[in-house]
């Protein structure tokens, strides 16, 4: 990243934001040394609430949302990504609560809802291993734009109350 803001490219980090560790003194140095470099964050955020994120994925949440309200901190610019699964990330509360949580980010800058699809499947048939979400039905893009306001009056609500 150095050597590309030197030349003045635009620099992008895609994560989840698995890896951020506030209370890791050492790598928060090096994170910080980073976002100095770092023009947006892509951040997939699989699920807002705790206890759903760790089933879905087995991993906490709380530094991913950490790592978010540190990107706001730094004002760097920040790309949310939610992918919209029937059944398991599609429910109202949990999105309006998402919204809620990103509204109180100073460097949001988009919102992706990405509609779940399928395609995941034949790759794990084709490697011989299971695949979790064989049963979940693909979401339309329709859906996911409506799953996408919900969001957006989370959003505009903790904004409102900002003001």
Known sequence: FTKAKEKNIHTCIDSSGIAFNPSNPELMLKFDKLMTLTDLVMLDIKHID?????????????????????????????????????????????????????????????????????????????LGMDYKLKDVPAMSQKDAIEKKKVIIEGIKRRRAEME
Do not use: C
């Open 50 to 126: 705790p206890v759903k994120h760790l089933e879905l994925t087995k991993q906490h949440n709380e530094n991913i949302l950490a790592f978010a309200e540190y990107l706001s901190e730094k004002n760097v610019d920040t790309w949310i990504r939610h992918v919209v699964v029937p059944g398991i990330t599609d429910d109202d509360e949990y999105l309006y609560k998402l919204g809620y949580f990103i509204g109180g980010l100073s460097s949001l800058k988009a919102l992706d809802v990405l509609p779940y699809h399928t395609m995941g499947k034949v790759k794990y048939d084709k």
